[in-house]
Structures are given as C-alpha cells and as structure tokens.
C-alpha cells in the first residue's frame, strides 16, 4: 500500500461518502470504523482524513456547501424581493440541489434518526445555516429581528419540508414541498 | 460534616442554582467544579447530586417545568383557538415565568453564550421544546405538517424574542416581545 499513498484518486471524497453512508446503514454509525470505509472505498485511511476530521463529518461535510448557496441566493435576490421571498428562493435552490441525490440524502437521514448525537449535530447545523441566512439578510439592509425571524422561520419551514420529503412514500419533490411549506406557514401565522 | 448529611435543607435546589450561576459568571463554566458550588452554597456534594446529574444540568434544570407549562397551556386552550394562537398564549405564559426570574435569566444567558458546549445543549432543549409542543396540538387534532410547522414557528419567534430581552438595555418584558415578534412573524411572512 505505501506506493498507492498520495497518489491522486478519481472522486475519494465521492467515494468515500459513499462507502461510509453503505456502511452506517448495514451495520450502524457507532459500529463502523474509519479504516472499514477507507477499505470499502478502496482507499487509504490517510485519504480519509485529508477529506474529513472523523467519521461524523463525512455525514455533514455538505452542509458547507449548503450553506454558500442559500448566503449567495440570499444575496443575488432582486432589491425588490421582500425577506421572506428572498429567504424562500435561496431554500429552494437548495431543496434543488438535494433533489438530485435524493436517495444519498434519504439514507443519511435513516442513520441520523437513529443516533442521538448524530441529531444534535443536525440541529447545530440547522443553527448554523439561520445564522448565515439572518447575516445574508442583514447585507441586504432587513434589520433585526426582522433578519433573525425570517431566517429562523425559513429554516423551520425547511426542516419540516425535509422531514416530510424524507418521509413520504410518495416522494415528493423537495423544491415543491419547500414552496408548499411557506404557503403553509403563511396560512397559519395568519390564524388560519 | 457526616452528621449534616441527608439532613433536609431549606431550599437546597435554588441555592444550588444561584451558587452555580454566581460562581459560573464569576469564574466561567469550564473552571468552575461541583465542590465549589456546594461550598459556596453552604451545602454537601452529595446533596447537589440529589438535585443534578451534574453542574451542566443546573443551567437547564428549567427546561421541564417550561415544557409542562407549554404543553398544559396548549392542552387547556378553547377548542376554537387557532393553533397559532394556542402556541402563542402557551409562549407568552412561559415568558411570564422568566420574567419573574428576569435577573436570573440574563446572567444565565451570559454564561451559556460564552460556551459553545452550553449553546449546543440550549438549542437541544428548544428542539425538545419544539416536538413537545407539536405533540400537544395533535392532541387538539391539528395534523400535521401544520402541528410541526406552527410548533417550530412558534419556537423560532421564542428564541428571537428571548435573545432580545436579554440584550435589551431598555429592559421590554418579555411576554409583550413574544406577542410582538408573533406579530412581526406574520407581517413577515405576508410578504410586508
């Protein structure tokens, strides 16, 4: 193997996404190990944790991305784009962007709803990612708590959208249940 | 010492609690011990673990009788109450309850917001808040995904509002900034 280490590998982090989300799903997040996914990858250990800090993050390493996309929509929405549309826009981008691997981000979800810690993670990225959207809307010159209220109630919107997409047998799309949500949400903070 | 032990004492749990956020805001979370804060409360260790798992859980030892409250006052609200406006009247009564603690609650924020540790563990605790309160309303019969969605609107609206009466230097009351921010939530997500 120390010939093969450093040498350039197609798609590792692809890879090994993958391979670790296979294994959490057979045998459990806890009971996997690092040199169990660098092996099914087909990769070194040493590969591993030049895309990852540990075995949880490989779980959560998308939310970086995430998160650059909701800050820049956000950002790129027309002056004339009240809050919560602009809000609404960029969480749709985004429920685009987990449409296209929606069977990946279904099985993540089944082993995060079976890992206490893994949930709570969850919430802080979920945390993170109302943070980012106020301070976007700050940018933009919504000032708070208007910032924060959009921002935390377009996040909330998310999480049951995702929710129900992960859920539902009919599988719905993302983007759309996201949309509905918000529609959803309006009805009701209107008493209705 | 021996002869005290496991002698009743005169409002153990609250001396412990303002021991700890003494000694917490004095010191910081991290270099204060369970030792320390029983000293200082003129009480055993053996009696703070009676009332604590540990010094973390003197800080959200709370979070219980909030969520009772929430949950009995969603339970107790006229049938003809919209579902946002259970949540509302169930948020404003809680708020009523720290506000009577308001000293408490400001130091006790100040310390929690110098830890990421203590931050991580107070949004679990809005989390559990959020699914408790979803759990009341489809006990009135509201399905979901409007049970979840009014739930963790609601929560959202708390934490903004919360995070305002804690920084405040005009020192609002709390109730009334809960009923404000529901208020702004709806304005806001009306699109204004």
Redesign the interface.
């Known amino acids: 193997m120390i010939g093969v280490m450093g040498r350039w590998e197609p798609n590792a982090r692809g890879r090994l996404e993958q391979a670790a989300l296979e294994l959490y799903v057979e045998r459990g997040f806890e009971q996997t190990t690092v040199a169990e996914i660098a092996e099914r990858a087909g990769l070194t250990e040493r590969t591993f944790f030049r895309h990852f800090a540990d075995k949880r993050e490989v779980l959560f390493a998308g939310a970086d991305n995430l998160q650059e996309l909701l800050v820049s929509a956000v950002a790129g929405a027309p002056d004339s784009v009240?809050?919560?549309?602009a809000v609404a826009a960029a969480l749709e981008a985004a429920g685009g962007l987990l449409q296209q691997r929606s069977e990946y981000s279904r099985r993540r979800q089944a082993v995060i709803a079976a890992n206490a810690g893994l949930q709570?993670r969850e919430?802080?990225k979920l945390?993170s990612l109302a943070s980012a959207l106020a301070g976007a809307l700050r940018k933009r010159g919504v000032a708070d708590?208007?910032a924060?209220?959009?921002a935390?109630?377009g996040?909330?919107?998310f999480?049951?959208?995702f929710?129900?997409w992960v859920s539902e047998a009919s599988r719905p799309e993302l983007p759309q249940l996201i949309r509905e949500?918000?529609g959803?949400?309006?009805a009701?903070?209107?008493?209705?």
């Open positions: 009240p809050p919560i549309e709570e919430l802080i945390a708590p208007a924060s209220l959009t935390e109630a996040i909330a919107v999480k049951i959208a929710e129900r949500s918000f959803e949400l309006q009701l903070t209107a008493g209705k």
